[in-house]
């Protein structure tokens, strides 16, 4: 996998980052479109969750983090010079904006809806990745 080393350059060819980069977007576009579908389902979902005994919260929380943590990595790659807190930034804002654009999306769903504690877990989840990936990175240079 290609890797950007701040100090050593890029340990890929500019064909490889480019198909990287094509690889992680068309998995935050596919993990996108799957959150879609399971939004559009309507109370089926819902049961299930109900039914599995975790609260909905740490099903958005799982979900929007993974969100994050792909589009982060997406983020990454494209822009590979740029500051890690820039891109987990501009990783987080995809996230965030398309937890919005589906909760919105959920409000015309028959059997569901806009809830402000769906929210709050997206952005929890949005918030863990973040942090997470930072710790990691700062673990990873304090190593060297």
């Known amino acids: ?12 060819t500019n064909e490889n980052h480019r198909i990287v980069g094509i690889v992680l977007w068309t998995a935050v576009a596919v993990y996108m479109i799957g959150i879609w579908i399971l939004s559009s389902i309507g ?24 969100l994050a943590f792909l589009a982060i990595a997406a983020v990454g790659n494209t822009w590979p010079r740029q500051a890690t807190w820039l891109s987990a930034g501009e990783g987080a804002a ?16 028959p059997g569901r809806g806009t809830e402000a504690q769906d929210i709050a877990g997206n952005l929890a989840g949005v918030i863990m990745a973040v942090a997470f990936l930072i710790l990691w990175q700062r673990l990873n240079t304090w190593h060297r």
């Open 1 to 12: 996998m290609c890797v950007w080393h701040r100090h050593q350059g890029s340990n890929c």
């Open 43 to 66: 109370p089926s979902v819902t049961d299930f969750i109900e039914g599995t005994g975790v609260p909905d919260f740490f099903w958005h929380l799982g979900l929007y983090g993974g």
């Open 94 to 109: 995809v996230a965030l904006s398309y937890s919005l654009l589906d909760e919105v999306h959920q409000g015309f769903v």
